[in-house]
């Protein structure tokens, strides 16, 4: 009978593991598949954001020599030449400024290669290299040989169609050219070609760099014909790229040789962009894993086998007694806990992987602040949109409108554990301090520091943070801060970057703890002014602040110009200070009937004293600072109603923010933001979360949408963001929310 019973007994074992091991290889397999393409769908959407990456870097630079290109139709002396018909009408100090304009704007921008103007009707060529009759010219350029001369003759002057064209070149290689037509009057055939000649090795170097950062096997830039321009990597010919992009029939995803490769049309020219990455290598980590899999599925089944046999063999209890010891679990005294303490000792061990689960997350955060902050100080981005847009990409919220940069030095340098703790205690230290927070990352041996607060904290508020942070920093007595200036603009981060740099350059053997950036340090750079000053005119210039850019004009002027002895560099200078303002003055105060804009550029031109010109300047500025005054005050009324009417209207798109409204509405980011919560008592971050929480509640109740699907329909970049936001606005998850 005990014999039957453990044979019995062996029998139900083995028939119990054949049935448990079936199952758990077939879901092996299936978890295994499914893992492998769900990588692969993730590789491409990844490489797909990559292309656009490197679509958004590659037209940014083109969108900004065409809009370059379009200023030169209205040039002064581009229209004098326009209209005249002999070259003894014209001055020839308007050619010198005409061509030094073309090769300034050359030297600004390595995007470009060869920049000239022709004008057919006078066969005269205007361009980097000086002002000549068209052969002359194209000597010059041509090391002084007239081979393809009649071509390129034949090229600059029949060109009918604006853009950028690819040239294809004798060696089988092409050029981007970007060529556009600069009319007098569209009823005249006086009409000048300008041709400006893309640099290739900057796009190459472009391409270089984003495949570096990728690790992709190749990137590219090809034409609308899908023929390579530029190329970087290794491994695949450009005839077999041509041949998969024409087959592929304008999908921006497709599969070559192993590859996985995405194609992006420009937003703006016949340009597409290109990028392959090798799949086996990145799904080497899949495969491993599955492998893994399979080998310890195969140990798990014989160490069961092995140990269902001993158990069937010396065990002959029925099933229902090995439950029963299951189920009645002792605690730690020997007392057999029911069914309650089983749930409570369920739970407890739950919330505690819940706040682990936090704190990793919490940290994961911090570290991609971090990344964020290296990158925006290595690559020093000072374009609002481009450094916005890099927030969006990586789940980032700035809510307040202040920015300030600061530096902490240890004359011993810092180990990774002591980062790791100024991080927590720098942390700990504004835990507490309401509309001001903190990214901290390492940058070039020391811990860089990005605030972002209210309007309320100035100076003296930040100089006792810094303090405080000191203070709580105690394992680091020799430490000290140095703090850049305060701005209103992300723009400016790098500003701010700088001048903590030279705060801390001037203060390296002052004693002290907290030192704060000075406009009267900028005074002592000597030549080097035009290092820190000139970006921060040429800023204020692009931005609009046009009183910061009168104060910085004397310094300019009178330090960086003033002291060049070289008459033509002295020259440049001059007009790398005098075109933005006349450039602005064109734009925006032509309305002005107080001034001519031809009298004014002609009393600029005569200008010979140096203190003339400067006073002439500072009235152009005033000129400016009058007309922004104005719409400033036209806008005061409504601009908070009108700000909450476009809120309304776009908040579900996830580019939607304080800098992009405040462009969009031409104030400044401080202004808005005050004059917003002091009206609706709500900041405009805050406000455009509400709308959009509200529409998710909405669509959560009442469609089937999933959580990714409903955060990216409102306007959230990441289903983690929008989840975090959700909690803080409704102190519970969608989940639980919908269960309710």
Same mark, same amino acid.
């Given at each position: 009978?005990?014999?039957?019973?453990?044979?019995?007994?062996?029998?139900?074992?083995?028939?119990?593991?054949?049935?448990?091991?079936?199952?758990?290889?077939?879901? @092996?397999?299936? @978890?295994?598949?499914?893992?492998?393409?769900?990588?692969?769908?993730?590789?491409?959407?990844?490489?797909?954001?990559?292309?656009?990456?490197?679509?958004?870097?590659? /037209?940014?630079?083109?969108?900004?020599?065409?809009?370059?290109?379009?200023?030169?139709?209205?040039?002064?002396?581009?229209?004098?030449?326009?209209?005249?018909?002999?070259?003894?009408?014209?001055?020839?100090?308007?050619?010198?400024?005409?061509?030094?304009?073309?090769?300034?704007?050359?030297?600004?921008?390595?995007?470009?290669?060869?920049?000239? %103007?022709?004008?057919?009707?006078?066969?005269?060529?205007?361009?980097?290299?000086?002002?000549?009759?068209?052969?002359?010219?194209?000597?010059?350029?041509?090391?002084?040989?007239?081979?393809?001369?009649?071509?390129?003759?034949?090229?600059?002057?029949?060109? !009918?169609?604006?853009?950028?064209?690819?040239?294809?070149?004798?060696?089988?290689?092409?050029?981007?050219?970007?060529?556009?037509?600069?009319?007098?009057?569209?009823?005249?055939?006086?009409?000048?070609?300008?041709?400006?000649?893309?640099?290739?090795?900057?796009?190459?170097?472009?391409?270089?760099?984003?495949?570096?950062?990728?690790?992709?096997?190749?990137?590219?830039?090809?034409?609308?014909?899908?023929?390579?321009?530029?190329?970087?990597?290794?491994?695949?010919?450009?005839?077999?790229? !041509?041949?998969?992009?024409?087959?592929?029939?304008?999908?921006? @995803?497709?599969?070559?040789?192993?590859?996985?490769?995405?194609?992006? /049309?420009?937003?703006?020219?016949?340009?597409?962009?290109?990028?392959?990455?090798?799949? #086996?290598?990145?799904?080497?980590?899949?495969?491993?894993? #599955?492998?893994?899999?399979?080998?310890?599925?195969?140990?798990?089944?014989?160490?069961?086998?092995?140990?269902?046999?001993?158990?069937?063999?010396?065990?002959?209890?029925?099933?229902?007694?090995?439950?029963?010891?299951? =189920?009645?679990?002792?605690?730690?005294?020997?007392?057999?806990?029911?069914?309650?303490?089983?749930?409570?000792?369920?739970?407890?061990?739950?919330?505690?992987?819940? %706040?682990?689960?936090?704190?990793?997350?919490?940290? +994961?955060?911090?570290?991609?602040?971090?990344?964020?902050?290296?990158?925006?100080?290595?690559?020093?981005?000072?374009?609002?949109?481009?450094?916005?847009?890099?927030?969006?990409?990586?789940?980032? +919220?700035?809510?307040?409108?202040?920015?300030?940069?600061?530096?902490?030095?240890?004359?011993?340098?810092?180990?990774?554990?002591?980062?790791?703790?100024?991080?927590?205690?720098?942390?700990?230290?504004?835990?507490?301090?309401?509309?001001?927070?903190?990214?901290?990352?390492?940058?070039?041996?020391?811990?860089?520091?990005?605030?972002?607060?209210?309007?309320?904290?100035?100076?003296?508020? $930040?100089?006792?943070?810094?303090?405080?942070?000191?203070?709580?920093?105690?394992?680091?007595?020799?430490?000290?801060?140095?703090?850049?200036?305060?701005?209103?603009?992300?723009?400016?981060?790098?500003?701010?970057?700088?001048?903590?740099?030279?705060?801390?350059?001037?203060?390296?053997?002052?004693?002290?703890?907290?030192?704060?950036? /000075?406009?009267?340090?900028?005074?002592?750079?000597?030549?080097?002014?035009?290092?820190?000053?000139?970006?921060?005119?040429? $800023?204020?210039?692009?931005?609009?602040?046009?009183?910061?850019?009168?104060?910085?004009?004397?310094?300019?002027?009178?330090?960086?110009?003033?002291?060049?002895?070289? =008459?033509?560099?002295?020259?440049?200078?001059?007009?790398?200070?005098?075109?933005?303002?006349?450039?602005?003055?064109?734009?925006?105060?032509?309305?002005?009937?107080? &001034?001519?804009?031809?009298?004014?550029?002609?009393?600029?031109?005569?200008?010979?004293?140096?203190?003339?010109?400067?006073?002439?300047?500072?009235?152009?500025?005033?000129?400016?600072?009058?007309?922004?005054?104005?719409?400033?005050?036209?806008?005061?009324?409504?601009?908070?109603?009108?700000?909450?009417?476009?809120?309304?209207?776009?908040?579900? /798109?996830?580019?939607?923010?304080?800098?992009?409204?405040?462009?969009?509405?031409?104030?400044?980011?401080?202004?808005?933001?005050?004059?917003?919560?002091?009206? &609706?008592?709500?900041?405009?971050?805050?406000?455009?979360?509400?709308?959009?929480?509200?529409?998710? !509640?909405?669509?959560?109740?009442?469609?089937?949408?999933?959580?990714?699907?409903?955060?990216?329909?409102?306007?959230?970049?990441?289903?983690?963001?929008?989840? #975090?936001?959700?909690?803080?606005?409704?102190?519970?998850?969608?989940?639980?929310?919908?269960?309710?």
């Amino acid at each position: 009978m005990k014999k039957g019973k453990i044979t019995k007994s062996l029998y139900l074992w083995v028939r119990s593991f054949i049935i448990v091991s079936v199952v758990m290889i077939g879901m @092996l397999v299936a @978890l295994t598949t499914w893992m492998v393409k769900e990588f692969s769908g993730e590789i491409e959407e990844l490489n797909h954001g990559l292309t656009s990456v490197l679509q958004t870097s590659i /037209d940014i630079r083109l969108n900004d020599i065409d809009s370059f290109a379009a200023q030169l139709q209205m040039n002064a002396v581009n229209l004098k030449l326009s209209r005249s018909k002999e070259l003894s009408e014209i001055d020839k100090d308007f050619l010198v400024q005409f061509s030094r304009q073309l090769y300034d704007y050359k030297l600004s921008n390595t995007f470009i290669k060869e920049i000239y %103007v022709y004008y057919p009707h006078l066969n005269y060529v205007v361009g980097d290299l000086g002002y000549f009759g068209a052969e002359k010219y194209y000597l010059l350029k041509n090391e002084l040989k007239l081979d393809g001369y009649e071509e390129w003759l034949e090229t600059a002057g029949g060109q !009918k169609r604006d853009g950028y064209s690819f040239m294809p070149q004798g060696d089988g290689s092409m050029e981007l050219c970007l060529f556009r037509q600069l009319p007098y009057d569209l009823s005249s055939d006086k009409t000048a070609i300008l041709m400006i000649l893309i640099n290739k090795s900057e796009v190459e170097s472009i391409l270089r760099n984003a495949n570096e950062g990728m690790g992709n096997t190749m990137t590219a830039v090809v034409a609308a014909d899908d023929s390579v321009y530029a190329s970087f990597g290794s491994g695949i010919d450009h005839a077999d790229l !041509k041949e998969s992009l024409q087959a592929n029939g304008g999908k921006p @995803l497709f599969k070559m040789e192993g590859n996985y490769g995405s194609v992006m /049309d420009s937003d703006y020219y016949g340009i597409k962009y290109v990028t392959l990455i090798e799949r #086996r290598k990145l799904l080497d980590s899949g495969y491993f894993i #599955r492998n893994i899999a399979y080998v310890s599925i195969g140990l798990c089944m014989i160490f069961g086998a092995v140990l269902f046999v001993l158990l069937g063999r010396r065990n002959a209890k029925p099933l229902k007694d090995i439950l029963d010891k299951v =189920v009645n679990k002792t605690d730690e005294g020997g007392r057999f806990l029911d069914d309650y303490d089983l749930i409570d000792s369920g739970i407890s061990r739950m919330l505690k992987m819940n %706040v682990e689960s936090t704190r990793k997350l919490e940290e +994961q955060r911090e570290a991609i602040e971090g990344l964020f902050l290296c990158n925006l100080l290595s690559s020093e981005e000072r374009n609002n949109s481009v450094i916005f847009a890099s927030m969006q990409k990586f789940g980032i +919220q700035m809510e307040y409108s202040l920015f300030q940069v600061g530096l902490i030095r240890n004359p011993m340098g810092f180990s990774q554990d002591e980062i790791h703790d100024a991080d927590v205690r720098i942390r700990g230290a504004l835990k507490e301090k309401e509309d001001i927070a903190v990214m901290t990352a390492e940058f070039d041996g020391s811990l860089a520091l990005l605030f972002h607060m209210e309007p309320e904290y100035g100076k003296a508020e $930040m100089q006792a943070i810094a303090a405080e942070i000191l203070d709580s920093l105690h394992s680091l007595v020799e430490c000290r801060i140095v703090l850049g200036g305060i701005y209103d603009s992300m723009s400016n981060i790098i500003t701010s970057f700088h001048q903590a740099q030279m705060v801390a350059e001037f203060c390296e053997n002052d004693r002290g703890r907290v030192f704060f950036y /000075d406009e009267t340090m900028v005074g002592r750079q000597e030549n080097a002014a035009y290092v820190s000053v000139m970006p921060e005119y040429e $800023m204020a210039m692009l931005e609009e602040k046009f009183e910061e850019a009168d104060r910085l004009l004397d310094l300019l002027f009178n330090q960086y110009i003033g002291t060049d002895r070289n =008459v033509y560099t002295s020259r440049a200078k001059k007009y790398a200070v005098i075109n933005p303002i006349l450039m602005a003055l064109e734009n925006h105060a032509g309305s002005c009937t107080e &001034y001519s804009m031809e009298e004014y550029t002609r009393n600029l031109s005569e200008a010979k004293d140096g203190q003339k010109l400067l006073k002439l300047l500072h009235e152009g500025f005033g000129y400016l600072i009058r007309w922004q005054q104005k719409r400033q005050l036209d806008q005061k009324e409504n601009i908070a109603e009108r700000a909450r009417q476009y809120i309304s209207l776009n908040f579900e /798109d996830p580019m939607i923010g304080l800098y992009s409204i405040s462009d969009m509405l031409g104030v400044s980011n401080t202004y808005l933001s005050t004059t917003f919560k002091k009206k &609706y008592g709500i900041g405009i971050a805050q406000y455009i979360n509400s709308l959009r929480i509200e529409k998710a !509640k909405r669509l959560i109740v009442n469609t089937d949408e999933n959580i990714k699907e409903i955060a990216l329909s409102v306007g959230f970049s990441s289903d983690a963001a929008f989840i #975090r936001v959700f909690k803080q606005f409704e102190n519970t998850t969608p989940g639980r929310y919908k269960k309710k």
